[in-house]
């Protein structure tokens, strides 16, 4: 027997679309009958390796690249910058080994001209070589891209300025008579936010991609820190030492800082305990860096 849909009680069907789909079905066979774009196919990859899955439809809600991720995209452009200047208009063999002139610009960190109070941030801009300046750049750009897509360029900024300044001021306490180039600190401290978040959000995110995420951490970071040190005790090259303290400093610093600002996705701050614990923590550890190579450097 037909029933009038006219005589049916509005409220027992649910309203359907100008298809004659029903718009309270809210099933998988959307996305099967919507075709989706590139942007959106790249804001779901972003999801699934920087959140946990609960917060993935949060994120697809407000997705866009407005603002772009500018930060690390111009400081990669200025670090990019400054090792051509030095490569190409004033040639220090700079192409595929350390060079022993860059150590002339006042932006490296050298330990007798730490008075110079802009090296413990100025250094991220000088690399010792091609491989050097390659390996960071593809690093943070690969990673800090959607990191600042998802947290934006604040938070980014401010991790990836936290490891550059915990890489110097590490440096300048534990391995004082070392010079320190390079952006590796920066880079670290958005490893070690990324790693802490996938570590400790492992059981929420796909388990397939945390294992891969965590295992391409870890031969990355100990494939650059064995480099480091081995450039650091075991080459006899004529100059200053580099020093590798910096990796450790930033990453401790991502690890505590970076891990508090990329765990709160659109969420205050200002309201979570973590966030003023390690804002402290670092404060103290600045405070005490400082006064370290004022008073007790044998530098």
Known sequence: MDIDI?????????????DGRRMGDTGGDDDGNRKIGCCERFHRSISKWMLPEELHEQYLERANCCPPPIFIILISIGELA???????????KQWVTLGEGIWNSPL????????????????????????????????????????????????????????????????????PLSALVGASGGVYALIGGYFMNAVVNF???????????????????????????????FTHDVGLKVSFVAHIGGG??????????????????????????????YVVFLLFAVLFNIFLSPA
């Open 6 to 18: 006219e005589e049916q009680d509005p409220l027992a069907v649910d309203p359907v679309d100008r």
């Open 82 to 92: 400054v090792f051509i200047y030095y490569a190409v208009w004033k040639p220090q």
């Open 108 to 175: 490296s960190y050298k330990s007798d001209r730490r008075e110079e109070a802009w090296r413990f941030v100025s250094y991220m801009f000088v690399h010792a070589g091609v491989e050097h300046i390659l390996g960071n750049l593809v690093m943070q750009l690969l990673l800090g891209i959607p990191l600042e897509l998802v947290h934006k360029g604040f938070e980014v900024g401010m991790v990836y300025m936290a490891g550059v300044l915990a890489g110097s001021l590490a440096s300048s306490i534990f391995d």
């Open 203 to 233: 059981r929420e995110m796909i388990p397939v991609l945390g294992v891969f995420r965590i295992g391409v951490i870890v031969i990355i970071v100990g494939t650059d820190v064995g480099f480091a040190l081995y450039r650091r005790f």
């Open 252 to 281: 401790v610093a991502g690890m505590t800082i970076g891990y508090v600002f990329f765990s709160a996705y659109n969420q205050k701050l200002l309201k979570d305990p973590r966030f003023w614990l390690c804002i402290v923590g």
